[in-house]
């Protein structure tokens, strides 16, 4: 079992930059690939960013390539996404997720959820 505390959220205006942390206990961190996704009002929860185990490879949301960066310290048993230039339509709640036979984009695919983290961007 994994429990995944997301934190960092919060209010930013527009152009701003803020940092998640997606931080796991229990079973070995380094061993599960992790995702960010998030969900906007009325809207379906969607893929934002993915990392593997070792951090070598990553993929990214078009609408967040070059702005957003994913990365993890797997000695801290953490996941971070770094948001720059922070547009309103960022503005969702995010979750990080961890599962160990993901495929980046896939929902279905990751095992464990945290409970979310707010973020909200005014123009």
């Known amino acids: 079992q994994v429990q995944l505390v997301e934190s960092g959220g919060g209010l930013v205006q527009a152009g701003g930059s803020l940092r998640l942390s997606c931080t796991a206990s229990?079973?070995?961190?380094?061993?599960?690939?992790v995702g960010w996704f998030r969900q906007a009002s009325g809207k379906e929860r969607e893929f934002v960013a993915g990392?593997?185990?070792?951090?070598?490879?990553?993929s990214y949301a078009n609408s967040v390539k070059g702005r957003f960066t994913i990365s993890r310290d797997n000695a801290k048993n953490t996941a971070y996404l770094q948001m720059n230039s922070l547009k309103h339509e960022d503005t969702a709640v995010y979750y990080c997720?961890?599962?160990?036979?993901?495929?980046?984009?896939?929902?279905?695919?990751?095992?464990?959820w945290g409970q979310g983290t707010q973020v909200t961007v005014s123009s």
């Open positions: 229990g079973r070995t961190f380094s061993t599960y690939g």
């Open positions: 997720a961890t599962g160990l036979r993901f495929s980046f984009g896939v929902k279905a695919s990751y095992d464990y």
């Open positions: 990392i593997n185990r070792n951090g070598a490879t990553t």
